[in-house]
């Protein structure tokens, strides 16, 4: 699966799910280039019009440089634990 075809899928269960919290986990993920960048830039404004949080969750330290070179840690919700996003109001 591409990125366009992830964010179209990503983008209908967002618009159609009834949560308030969207949650990504990256603990699997070991390298994000500027198309996983422009994917969770896209997954955020989607969040935002739906009214509804997005999370991103366990980040290994390559990615969340990154986010922090890009000036994306003000933007997004980056948590270590389930328990963290839990206890956030939204």
């Known amino acids: ?20 919290k969207f949650i990504i986990n990256l603990a699997d993920t070991t390298y994000i280039d500027s198309s ?13 019009a739906q009214k509804k949080s997005m999370y ?5 330290e390559n990615v969340l440089k990154v986010f922090q070179m890009t000036n994306l840690t003000n933007l997004f919700n980056i948590c270590s634990s389930i328990t963290e996003i839990e206890n956030k109001k939204i």
Do not use: T
């Open 1 to 20: 699966m591409n990125s366009m075809q992830l964010k179209i899928e990503l983008v209908k269960k967002i618009e159609s799910e009834e949560f308030n």
């Open 56 to 60: 991103i969750l366990n980040p290994k």
């Open 36 to 48: 996983g960048i422009g994917l969770f830039v896209n997954l955020y404004k989607v969040c935002k």
